[in-house]
């Protein structure tokens, strides 16, 4: 027998029909001892999410405006679930005391906690498994930084009285004044990682609404294959670049204890998902892993005769952007030529006042600015054991016409960028997917 963390999103969990869904995953495999639930979240396109609605309800707290009405629609969706269920947990007990903490002035937080909480409360007596809270065992410091030894230890002790148990994702305490404090959102994928690690799953299961990643974005590539295993270092690369499934806070307390993540669908619990582990050697047909991008970039190229003898000149480009607070993505560069790449909507407020101080501090013989410009990161372990992968990678992009404006490969060989035109985006994702897995 082995100990399996299931952890349940929010649309797994936004109503009874998808209780009901998640009850016969956990009974399917008795292995699947700990259950993480995130707060209901939208039933339909255009639904609320019941975390959505709690932070509403703090900020017309906040304001001094009527909340009751909001927050009675909150307690409506979870009498509904009760109901439903048939189960015997105190929700209008659990209301009363929410609207006093309310009357008193709860924060923010604590209030954006209790669709978790209630929901774990609900799913515990659904599942006949024990609830246990995670105020007080999931800890931060008083800047809101996770104490993550600490919490491993808290959550090991007290799980290890519970055979079984449904713990509510997404928050934690400030271990300095007690108070409820949250992660960022998303963050009960977090929860469900530190339990993995304190229980020491042999995995962990993130059930979501998408069997795993896939290697493209459906939108733009239809019937892209789903991604069966990635490493976590790749996945990191896919999700900068936009793909995302899995709040990317969760990796880290799963990759310290070595422990695979299982992305798997709770509308279709058969697929197989997507595995994410240390390692991922790649299959022999497996070249690439995935490809993700980004819009609306600005590339700034700055040229200066022999920029190549002047020290210092690149750390000067980022101690001004650093001033103007713009972050770079790319620093590529040439014999006289340094481009900055950056995100146009950061870079706006700013931007005539930087270019001024780039003009003033680097002397340069002259700038250029492309905007519109979107990346695209083609990644894969499989691709530093090839000969040949960039060669197919920009035939492809040639073929179908695509200007590329951009290359730069980190010399881990685990990705390739390049920049395009914006209005190339989707045929350079679709050149690249077709070269790679069209066959
Ligand atoms: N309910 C929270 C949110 O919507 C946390 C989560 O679902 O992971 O962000």
């Known amino acids: 027998m082995g100990i399996k963390v299931a952890k349940f999103g929010g649309s797994s969990v936004a109503d009874g029909i998808q209780l009901r869904k998640i009850k016969d995953i956990i009974e399917a495999d008795s292995d699947r001892k700990y259950i993480v639930v995130s707060a209901p979240g939208k039933r339909y396109d255009g639904d609320n999410k019941i975390t959505d609605l709690l932070y509403l309800c703090g900020t017309h707290m906040e304001h001094n405006l009527p909340y009751d009405q909001l927050l009675q629609v909150v307690t409506d969706r979870f009498m509904a679930v009760k109901v439903n269920l048939g189960v015997d947990v105190d929700i209008d007990g659990e209301f009363a005391v929410i609207r006093e903490n309310m009357r008193k002035g709860c924060s923010a937080d604590y209030l954006a906690s209790r669709g978790e909480y209630l929901n774990a409360l609900l799913v515990a007596a659904f599942l006949g498994y024990d609830f246990v809270d995670t105020a007080g065992l999931i800890k931060f410091d008083g800047k809101g930084r996770l104490l993550l030894e600490e919490t491993d230890e808290a959550l090991r002790s007290e799980l290890a009285s519970h055979e079984r148990a449904v713990i509510p994702g997404f928050y934690g305490t400030n271990a300095e004044t007690g108070r409820v404090r949250t992660f960022s959102r998303g963050g009960s994928d977090i929860t469900g990682a530190l339990v993995a690690r304190a229980v020491k799953a042999d995995i962990y299961e993130n ?26 270092k790749e996945l990191r690369e896919l999700s900068y670049m936009g793909a995302s499934v899995l709040h990317e806070d969760a990796i880290y307390p799963a990759k310290l204890a070595n422990i695979p993540i299982n992305i798997r669908n709770t509308n279709a619990p058969d697929d197989m998902g997507t595995i994410i582990t240390a390692e991922h050697e790649g299959g022999a047909d497996d070249v690439i892993t995935g490809i993700a991008g980004k819009k609306d970039f600005t590339v700034i190229a700055i040229y200066k005769n022999m920029m190549s003898n002047e020290r210092g ?95 730069d490969q980190g010399s881990s060989e685990i990705n390739i960028i390049v920049g395009v035109e914006n209005k190339d985006f989707e045929k350079a994702i679709r050149a690249i997917y077709d070269a790679f897995e069209g066959k």
């Open 313 to 407: 000149f690149v750390r000067r480009i980022l101690t001004i952007m650093e001033d103007f607070d713009v972050d770079f993505e790319h620093i590529p560069s040439g014999i006289d030529t340094v481009s900055v790449v950056v995100d146009t909507q950061q870079l706006n407020g700013n931007r005539d006042d930087l270019m001024e101080a780039f003009e003033r501090q680097l002397n340069p013989d002259s700038m250029e600015v492309f905007d519109d410009i979107a990346l695209i990161a083609t990644v894969g372990c499989g691709m530093s054991r090839r000969h040949g992968v960039s060669a197919a990678l920009f035939t492809a992009l040639a073929e179908a016409e695509v200007n590329i404006r951009m290359i």
């Open 207 to 232: 059930w979501t609404d998408v069997s795993g990643f896939l290697k493209a974005d459906p939108r733009i590539v239809a019937g892209a294959k789903p991604i069966s295993r990635i490493s976590y």
